[in-house]
């Protein structure tokens, strides 16, 4: 149960009227989160969910609420923070950084199919069109310069054959940031994290996007891989699945037609995503942070998916 920060009907009593969202009737803490405290919260005037951020900082978070705002009133399916009265969707409770935002429909669709694939394709490539013009820049925490400060920390953790494939995906990783194909890739916010349970839908309907708090500015390719490398997949060899494949990224191109720097990048930034997601299991694998992690996520998984991508050909983009 991941409620690190226990809020109770009572605790909003003086807290809920800065809102116009009538008396708060039911609080119910959400056991899947691992990174903050979530609450579906029941009031007056519908369903929302209440979060306080257990890391994330006040100067950290108007990034993430404040585009969740941009990309909702841009017709891009994610939660709409709520305001209170003086407009603000940045909140403190019990003295941390809390927001409300509308509750989505429907529930995560584990065991994707084309379709499936499709849609999330296509509102990722209006969710990076709508994000062109949003103003706050921060960049993706969890990017190179992360990667770079966490390898010398697991480094000793892995097998002999693991190290030498982190070291050498790592210096594959920054040749390629400093090439000039990479210099040409469109970039803005990404989401950084868009896995299965991160998406919302009610039957084939993708109802919204969530949990945008690995969200940073990144390039779009980086987004499509890391949205791939999860929905697209073969879960127990991670080999990937050309139907599925093919669905995400011809929705996505209908939108937002890929580049030829892109098509060139494809590969290495499919590398990129099994890298970020193996450094960060390792970290959370080896070096638990107490309470936090309740049950950490496999290294491995990331690792097979690293070398299916180095190893095997990748589809052609488009
Ligand atoms: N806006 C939302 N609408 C509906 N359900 C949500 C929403 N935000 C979070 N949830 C639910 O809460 C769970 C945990 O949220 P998540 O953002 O993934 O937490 P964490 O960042 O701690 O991993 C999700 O799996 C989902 O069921
Ligand atoms: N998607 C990451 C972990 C991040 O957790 P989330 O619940 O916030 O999406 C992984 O699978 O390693």
């Known amino acids: 149960?991941?409620?690190?920060?226990?809020?109770?009907?009572?605790?909003?009593?003086?807290?809920?009227?800065?809102?116009?969202l009538g008396k708060p009737l039911a609080i119910k803490g959400i056991s899947s989160g691992i990174e903050n405290t979530n609450f579906f919260l029941t009031t007056e005037t519908g369903e929302y969910v209440l979060t306080i951020f257990e890391k994330l900082t006040f100067a950290q978070l108007p990034f993430y609420l404040h585009l969740m705002r941009h990309l909702a009133e841009r017709g891009v399916l994610v939660p709409a923070p709520v305001a209170n009265h003086a407009g603000e969707i940045l909140h403190s409770l019990h003295g941390k950084p809390a927001s409300i935002v509308t509750k989505l429909e429907g529930s995560s669709q584990l065991d994707p199919r084309p379709a499936h694939c499709a849609a999330v394709g296509a509102m990722l490539a209006k969710m990076h069109l709508a994000g062109r013009d949003f103003g706050i820049r921060q960049p993706n925490l969890r990017g190179l310069d992360w990667w770079r400060m966490t390898t010398p920390t697991v480094l000793p953790y892995l097998s002999e054959s693991n190290q030498h494939l982190l070291r050498a995906e790592l210096h594959a990783q920054e040749a390629f940031a400093a090439s000039a194909?990479?210099?040409?890739?469109?970039?803005?916010?990404?989401?950084a994290d868009l896995f299965r349970n991160n998406v919302m839908f009610d039957g084939e309907r993708l109802t919204g996007f969530f949990d945008f708090y690995f969200a940073g500015c990144d390039t779009w390719i980086f987004d499509v891989a890391v949205t791939v490398n999860d929905w697209c997949i073969d879960l127990d060899t991670g080999a990937l699945d050309a139907a599925r494949v093919r669905a995400l990224l011809d929705a996505y191109h209908a939108v937002r037609p890929f580049s030829a720097a892109e098509q060139e990048a494809w590969r290495p930034m499919l590398q990129a995503g099994a890298l970020r997601f193996w450094l960060s299991r390792l970290y959370d694998f080896h070096l638990p942070r107490e309470a936090e992690m309740l049950t950490p996520h496999d290294p491995t998984h990331f690792e097979r998916i690293l070398r299916q991508r180095i190893d095997n050909p990748v589809p052609e983009l488009f």
Do not use: I, K
């Open 1 to 20: 149960m991941a409620v690190f920060t226990p809020v109770s009907l009572d605790d909003l009593t003086d807290w809920m009227p800065q809102f116009n």
């Open 181 to 191: 194909t990479y210099r040409e890739l469109p970039n803005g916010p990404v989401h």
